[in-house]
């Protein structure tokens, strides 16, 4: 029987990168398919991510990591902002600006509305503690029922039965479809122009046809959502702003 003498020690699960006066703690992992050591900064969640190749040597990862403490800094800073679901806030919902308003502690419906000034409101019902659960509630209800009606919609464009579809709050992807074509996106669509929702709709139904991104796969999604380009470069410059919300 063999014994290897040098057995790699198990990497720490994180480690610390010091850049000016600030340090950051990094997630470390290994896969076996990478090529070469990366770092990742979650724009969504903020959470920096070390991965190495299986055969790489860890004290080298490290330097590599240490030697990139501007950049980790720089990529976070251009994170967005934090809006938590309080009264007052203003948050987009279907790509509209809404003030959120705490307008009685008795129980009653959260509702998209206006004010007497004609003003876009959420207006929230309940107790102040409940305020931001509340307004969460209401945009994951909003989401889901204007996917399940944009799903109807292309499924039956394509001559295929409508799918059951699952809403969670993903950080990076905003929709997918299984191999057993089960639908799922992100709540947080709901808060964008209902273009955006639409096509990734039409993106995910069109995944039922073609599970890839052939030729054929982007001409069904063009059938589905002519504005396709439109909504792609929409998510590009504005998408990681929407995870800044609650």
């Known amino acids: 029987m063999r014994l290897s003498l040098f057995k790699r020690q198990p990497d720490p699960d994180r480690i610390e990168v010091p850049h000016a006066g600030t340090v950051y703690p990094v997630a470390v992992k290994r896969r076996a398919s990478a090529?070469?050591?990366t770092l990742r900064v979650s724009q969504a969640t903020g959470e920096i991510t070390l991965t190495l190749p299986e055969r790489a040597d860890f004290a080298t990862g490290?330097?590599?990591a240490e030697r990139h403490g501007g950049w980790i800094a720089a990529r976070l800073a251009k994170r967005?902002?934090?809006v938590p679901f309080e009264p007052g806030q203003i948050i987009p919902y279907r790509g509209v600006p809404h003030r959120i308003v705490h307008w009685s502690?008795?129980?009653g419906v959260t509702r998209a509305t206006a004010d007497k000034d004609g003003v876009a409101i959420i207006a929230v019902a309940g107790e102040a503690v409940h305020v931001p659960r509340r307004v969460k509630d209401f945009l994951r209800?909003?989401?889901l029922e204007d996917l399940e009606r944009a799903v109807?919609?292309?499924?039956a464009t394509l001559g295929i039965p409508a799918r059951k579809i699952t809403i969670r709050d993903t950080t990076s992807r905003w929709g997918s479809c299984s191999s057993?074509?089960?639908l799922n996106f992100s709540w947080r669509l709901i808060l964008a122009p209902p273009l955006v929702l639409d096509y990734l709709a039409a993106h995910e139904v069109a995944h039922l046809k073609e599970m890839n991104h052939s030729h054929r796969f982007w001409a069904l999604t063009h059938?589905?959502?002519p504005r396709t380009e439109e909504a792609e470069i929409w998510l590009k410059r504005h998408g990681a702003g929407l995870h800044g919300f609650g």
């Open 180 to 182: 057993k074509g089960h």
């Open 35 to 37: 090529r070469r050591m």
């Open 62 to 64: 490290r330097l590599f």
């Open 152 to 155: 109807r919609t292309h499924t």
């Open 141 to 143: 209800r909003a989401a």
């Open 80 to 82: 967005p902002l934090s």
């Open 105 to 107: 502690k008795a129980r």
């Open 223 to 225: 059938k589905l959502c």
